[in-house]
């Protein structure tokens, strides 16, 4: 028997790519083409090795589990480990799907043929084994399966929920341009007291290319009044473009948050583009979101001015 080695990469390949593309549509995630081809090289590239003189080990279950985790972490990340035994979930569903719908379109396409002892005998006399599955493997993997399933679109469904109220946005200072997806929260209710100017909170990593890397990890560590107490000493060209706004945090207590006055934001949402220019970015040490899903989160006013 002749195997060409390359045609079986190829077909793999092109196979993987198209199921890890359809978890990412099911899961309403963004992907990097590049990842997707990596991660699609790395699953075709375990199937080729089967027709290598390997261990046997490598054939394992444990070893699968550890390719398929692979796979997953290369093409879309881990994110948090809901969101990533979600996408995992999807991708499987995906792969049984795609081969149950291939075996049932094989079995519909095939000869007759007749049973004998637990072993499928075609006309070109070529023996299938028929695979025997007992009651109680059934009951055991079913409710499990139905959950499972629930819980995969169930997260996709809250998913697409959460992306109509995800907007994009781009805060310009000067030269200085910054983009990224920014969520719509009624309940940020966050003003300057003194100018009554909405807060819009964004994740200070968006911002690591002007702030001196200092400055970084004060507001990381929530230590912003010392950036204010030590101005002047700094070479930082926007120092009187910041603010220092108190709030609330979730132990009740009064902090503060670093905010700068941009000279204008430039919101897209629903085909509509408002431009804001009475507005403070707040500065975040965190993430907003686990899975990167938005960086910045938008007061609700700025959305009705538009």
């Known amino acids: 028997m002749v195997v060409y080695a390359d045609l079986i990469f190829l077909i793999n390949f092109l196979m993987d790519a198209a199921m890890l593309i359809v978890t990412a549509k099911t899961r309403k995630l963004s ?55 979600r996408t995992l979930g999807a991708f499987l569903l995906v792969n049984f799907a795609v081969a149950g719908g291939m075996f049932g379109i094989h079995y519909v396409l095939a000869s007759s043929s007749a049973v004998m002892q637990g072993i499928v005998f075609t006309q070109s006399g070529a023996p299938v084994y028929k695979i025997q599955v007992g009651i109680v493997y059934v009951l055991v993997l079913l409710f499990p399966l139905i959950w499972w399933l ?14 109509s109220f995800v907007a994009e946005v781009t805060i310009q200072i000067e030269q200085f341009t910054a983009t990224c997806k920014g969520l719509i929260d009624t309940g ?23 702030l001196p890397d200092a400055w970084l990890q004060k507001i990381r560590s ?13 070479d930082f060209a926007w120092q009187d473009r910041l603010r220092l706004v108190p709030y609330r945090g979730v132990n009740r207590n009064t902090q503060f948050m670093l905010a700068i006055k941009p000279d204008k934001v430039v919101i897209h949402h629903n085909d509509r583009q408002i431009e804001v220019t009475k507005v403070l970015i707040g500065l975040d040490g965190g993430k907003l979101c686990s899975d990167g899903t938005y960086q910045a989160i938008i007061h609700p006013t700025l959305i009705a001015v538009g």
């Open 31 to 85: 992907f990097k083409w590049w990842r997707i081809a990596l991660a699609a090289c790395l699953g075709a590239t375990y199937v080729v090795m089967m027709f290598l003189p390997v261990p046997a080990l490598l054939f394992t279950f444990s070893v699968k589990c550890i390719f398929c985790i692979g796979m997953i972490m290369t093409a879309f990340g881990f994110g948090s480990l809901q969101n990533f035994l």
């Open 150 to 163: 629930r819980t995969v679109f169930l997260g996709a469904k809250q998913r697409e929920q959460l992306t």
């Open 188 to 210: 940020n209710q966050l003003y300057d007291p003194l100018t009554r100017t909405p807060v819009m909170v964004m994740e200070v990593s968006e911002w690591r290319e002007v």
């Open 222 to 234: 929530a230590d912003v009044d010392q950036i204010i107490s030590g101005m002047g000493s700094d």
